[in-house]
């Protein structure tokens, strides 16, 4: 079992960058692979970044792709997300989790283990 936090989160003007955070603890980090998913109000968890446990593979939401970066340091046991060229529309609450396979998966079914999310607002 793994227990994740995340940190970083904020408000910034769009076109601005923030740096999440998740710390992990518990059980071996780098036995995962990890994703952010995020949740806007009025709508449902969706997918945004993962990575995989060798950090040889990264995938993205199109919505996303070029603008934000997953990364993971398996030696100070956090993963990272690098959200720059913010929009209004990346507001949300955005949470990493944690899954037991080798492969990225894009559906929050197949994480096991989530943080309590951290704010990311957005103004225009």
């Known amino acids: 079992q793994v227990q994740l936090v995340e940190s970083g989160g904020g408000l910034v003007q769009a076109g601005g960058s923030l740096r999440l955070s998740c710390a992990a603890s518990?059980?071996?980090?780098?036995?995962?692979?990890m994703g952010w998913f995020r949740q806007a109000p009025g709508k449902e968890r969706e997918f945004v970044a993962c990575?995989?446990?060798?950090?040889?593979?990264?995938y993205y939401a199109d919505s996303v792709k070029g603008r934000f970066t997953i990364s993971r340091d398996n030696v100070k046991n956090t993963v990272y997300l690098q959200m720059n060229s913010l929009k209004p529309e990346d507001t949300a609450v955005y949470s990493c989790a944690a899954r037991d396979g080798s492969n990225c998966a894009t559906s929050r079914y197949e994480y096991a283990y989530w943080g309590q999310g951290t704010q990311v607002t957005v103004s225009s």
């Open positions: 990575i995989r446990r060798s950090a040889t593979n990264t």
């Open positions: 518990g059980r071996t980090f780098s036995s995962y692979t």
